[in-house]
């Protein structure tokens, strides 16, 4: 069964960083591109990064964009996002998945506050 664990949110103040991870199972993930999404408070859930299966090219939303940085190891079955310069904004639910997995795992809670 494919398993997608998010982990690695909390609280961060303005300006500082979180490192999220997400660990997967019962696939072969590294034939899979990877995606982060997040769901802002109030907000439909947005793409927020991905990576190709050989973590050869990233993209990112305009919204992260020099900011945020996703990787993969794929000998750990890992995706991993570096989150720099957080904003309140920033603030919100972060999943992963790969494209057309029909469901979502639990997410973890990015809060960024003063």
């Known amino acids: 069964q494919v398993r997608l664990v998010e982990s690695g949110g909390g609280l961060v103040q303005p300006g500082g960083s979180l490192r999220l991870s997400c660990a997967a199972s019962?696939?072969?993930?590294?034939?899979?591109?990877m995606r982060w999404y997040r769901q802002r408070p109030g907000k439909e859930r947005e793409l927020v990064a991905q990576i190709t299966s050989a973590g050869d090219s990233t993209s990112y939303a305009d919204s992260v964009k020099g900011r945020f940085t996703i990787s993969r190891d794929n000998a750990k079955n890992t995706l991993y996002l570096q989150m720099n310069s957080l904003k309140p904004e920033d603030t919100g639910v972060y999943y992963c998945k790969f494209p057309l997995l029909p469901h979502w795992g639990q997410g973890t809670q990015v809060t960024v506050s003063s």
């Open positions: 019962g696939f072969t993930f590294s034939s899979y591109n």
